[in-house]
């Protein structure tokens, strides 16, 4: 469609012949088109996760249910984990695929069905039987969402050039920012009125069929056969992809950076756990939190993806700067300035500017990552990368239990000088654009 073209042009500042970088002819003429099917699909995925976030909805959902505080701790790793450390096995079987779209529309299904699966729980089932029947279709839903994960950098990487994937993801979460912005305060509303169990499966309901949309978008994309391997041991073949952590020395580099810009993900059920402390469990900080995150994508990706295609190790270094000083200040405000301690403004502030940060460490790492291989290399970076990283993610998952030692502020600040740390491996990484 020539409104398409048009729009992309417009969006990318193609003024003359447009630019293909690092994919062939024929798909450079469905570029325009691809571009905003991904945009859109990623879109509503997002929506759908910001409606099922572990760290408020499925928490909040847990604990309606009666479900055992021990299962409610693993949500979060679970979740995140689940859908890494399958990865590097995950991608054998991508490898075989010529077209990889299809293997991100069975996952989005898949995630889909566990989503209003959990959904129904709630509904009908309570104690620590909701809880580990929840648990399972969370198992679920993440191993789904390692499928859409290694094959969406893939399609990507076939379906749109260097240096307009950075634009891209900008877009896709200032849009999907603004549907999540409707949410919160669509949640905030609700808690005026007493948001049940009810309300809350139905959230979920609604959350599952983002999912089913964004699979119907993503079949359309045109995605041309591409270079395929397979035929060994699954596993076999997954330990010798590991090698390349030991021979690429950027490529090990980048995973130590990405490890210690975990900080600005672990750090955020923090901030909304100090607000709960000080502040009281109203049901609006719900929709409150969620609303200011919105907003912070909206403002920023679009920023951070301009940027991201200049240099996306320069969005890392800056977003984890960021990130890591807000949490050295809060740790002091908190501790040593008491008026400012209770004040209802800190804690929904801060939170809007670590989802700033969030989202450039996301972007920047993201981009980096797709930017740093071609052909059948991306989908080894990016498998390698998530496997390694969901084994970390298990091993920090216990984080929360650092909280009943030191202040949940001491957690903050240690996370935070992780995150220091982590700015400083990223300015040694070298540029990949």
């Not at 991904?38 to 249910?65: A, C, E, H, Q, R």
């Not at 599952?208 to 596993?235: C, D, H, Q, V």
């Amino acid at each position: 469609m020539r409104w398409t073209e048009d729009l992309y042009d417009y969006l990318n500042n193609e003024e003359d012949a447009r630019s293909c970088k690092e994919i062939n002819e024929e798909a450079c003429q469905y570029t325009p088109k691809n571009y905003f099917l991904i945009m859109l699909s990623n879109t509503f995925t997002k929506l759908g996760d910001t409606l099922s976030n572990p760290k408020t909805v499925l928490t909040w959902v847990m604990s309606y249910v009666n479900a055992p505080v021990y299962l409610i701790s693993f949500i979060v790793p679970v979740r995140e984990s689940g859908s890494m450390l399958p990865q590097i096995v995950i991608a054998s079987y991508i490898r075989t695929k010529e077209r990889r779209k299809w293997v991100y529309v069975m996952g989005s299904i898949l995630q889909c069905l566990s989503v209003t699966a959990i959904g129904l729980v709630t509904l009908y089932t309570t104690g620590s039987k909701a809880g580990w029947i929840i648990m399972l279709f969370l198992i679920l839903f993440s191993l789904s969402r390692g499928l859409c994960s290694v094959a969406s950098k893939d399609v990507l990487g076939k379906t749109i050039p260097k240096q307009k994937r950075g634009k891209l993801k900008g877009y896709t979460a200032s849009a999907s920012g603004i549907l999540v912005l409707l949410a919160g305060l669509y949640l905030m509303y609700q808690s005026e009125n007493g948001a049940d169990i009810t309300f809350y499966s139905y959230t979920l309901f609604f959350a599952a069929s983002m999912w089913l949309i964004a699979a119907i978008i993503y079949a359309m994309i045109r995605e041309f056969p591409g270079e395929t391997s397979g035929g060994k041991n699954g596993w076999k073949e997954a330990m010798e992809r590991l090698n390349i952590v030991r021979s690429d020395k950027n490529f090990r580099n980048f995973i130590i950076a990405r490890s210690l810009l975990l900080c600005s993900a672990l750090t955020a059920p923090f901030y909304v756990l100090l607000a709960q402390e000080i502040l009281g469990k109203e049901g609006y900080l719900l929709g409150l939190f969620i609303l200011v995150n919105g907003l912070a994508s909206i403002l920023s990706a679009p920023i951070w993806g301009r940027m991201a295609d200049v240099s996306s190790k320069n969005v890392m270094v800056v977003s984890a700067i960021i990130a890591s000083m807000l949490g050295v200040i809060m740790f002091f405000l908190i501790s040593y300035v008491p008026f400012l301690r209770n004040a209802s403004w800190l804690y929904p502030t801060a939170f809007f500017l670590l989802g700033i940060a969030h989202s450039g460490v996301r972007l920047g790492r993201k981009t980096y990552i797709v930017d740093m291989a071609g052909g059948n290399k991306r989908t080894d970076y990016v498998s390698v990368s998530n496997t390694i990283i969901g084994l970390i993610l298990l091993v920090t998952g216990g984080i929360s239990a650092l909280a009943s030692i030191i202040s949940t502020e001491g957690v903050v600040l240690v996370l935070s000088l992780f995150g220091i740390l982590g700015a400083y491996k990223s300015y040694k990484l070298p540029n990949v654009e």
